[in-house]
């Protein structure tokens, strides 16, 4: 029979649509993927076209006599500008702030053809200690509410350009959907005086149903109230509200969950499109006890359709637990031919 579940943190409900529930395999689309060069002469983001970006705002490594890694660049299509001051306007029932705020692209490789689960784990750190950087710098700034990184690969994730970029969108604004989380977040810390993330992470880990994989650091697992096929959260094991607090140590674990998550998929999933995002406390909330940052992945193998747009309610038709056993076999080790040593 299918089941109504309610995710703990946001509220929300979801139909875990057992009757029509689909074994994790039949949700693999094996799809023509185009061969794809490593350098496009007429890709923006490839090297030797530096030229074609807007000026560049970080890179790595930060000498500039040696060919980059990382490039850090201001959207040339941005959503939002950093050139404006914000300005609040309320006229009854009309309100808005002009459209400052900053979008940062952050192209992940000079290799047009390389994809995040297939990199090794130093490079994808080096991706993650540039998020911290942007992160940590755009905080500071007051006029800052809200920051989201996030990235999406291939067409069914809402991509416009092929060549490996990540970006982050930092807003005046905190969005209600966010806000709500937080508010949340924070009644259940009023009312039983932990942070609600960590026992739930505690509870999950003795119960081993939907975990994936542990680190020293950090948990991977599928949420009990999954909106969407094998949708997988990354949490670190030290109560952190911000993803800008991650230490040295935690930087190098978080990269290799992260790239071994992404293999998972990429393996165990012919390479779904996906996106993934970081939900992080504000700048201004960045040491409280009550929320707890997470990195949510969702492979895009179904679509939202009027039910969802009509109740707010997603239907999910592979039970997670099923979803947590199926990519817990997944071996990336032996399919990437990397060893890299987990420690459990
Ligand atoms: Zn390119
Ligand atoms: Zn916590």
Redesign the pocket.
């Known amino acids: 029979m299918s089941e109504l579940r309610q995710n703990f943190a946001t509220k929300e409900w979801v139909v875990i649509a057992t009757e029509r529930a689909r074994r994790p395999e039949e949700m693999v689309r094996h799809r023509e993927r185009k061969q794809v060069s490593s350098l496009v002469a007429t890709c923006p983001f490839c090297p030797g076209n530096e030229k074609l970006t807007p000026p560049e705002i970080l890179r790595s490594p930060a000498i500039t006599d040696v060919p980059w890694h990382v490039r850090v660049i201001p959207n040339k299509f941005a959503a939002l500008s950093r050139d404006v001051e914000p300005t609040r306007t309320v006229h009854r029932s009309c309100r808005s702030v002009n459209g400052f705020g900053v979008h940062d692209v952050i192209i992940e490789t000079p290799d047009h053809a390389q994809v995040l689960a297939l990199m090794p784990d130093s490079y994808v750190e080096e991706i993650l200690h540039i998020y911290k950087t942007r992160y940590n710098e755009i905080s500071l700034d007051p006029r800052i509410s809200h920051i989201t990184i996030f990235k999406n690969h291939g067409i069914d994730a809402g991509t416009s350009l092929e060549h490996p970029h990540s970006q982050m969108i930092a807003t005046p604004v905190t969005s209600l959907q966010v806000r709500e989380r937080f508010q949340h977040a924070l009644r259940y810390f009023d009312d039983f005086g932990e ?4 026992q739930m ?1 505690e509870e999950e880990l003795q119960q081993q149903v939907r975990i994936i994989t542990v680190s020293e650091h950090f948990v991977a697992l599928e949420p009990y109230a999954s909106p969407a096929p094998f949708c997988t959260h990354i949490y670190p094991r030290r ?3 911000s993803f800008g607090d991650v230490g040295a140590v935690e930087m190098t674990d978080l990269a290799y969950m992260l790239r071994s998550m992404l293999a998972k998929l990429y393996h165990g999933l012919a390479d779904p499109d996906f996106n993934f995002t970081i939900r992080s406390a504000a700048a201004e909330s960045a040491g409280v ?1 009550y ?2 940052w997470y990195l949510s992945v969702i492979p895009r193998l179904t679509r939202v359709a009027g039910f969802e747009l009509g109740s707010g309610m997603f239907i999910n038709t592979v039970l997670p637990e099923a979803a947590a056993e199926f990519l817990r076999k997944v071996d990336v080790e032996r399919l990437n031919g990397t060893a890299v040593a987990a420690t459990s």
């Open positions: 942070c609600m993330f960590c992470l109560h952190m509200a006890k929320f707890h």
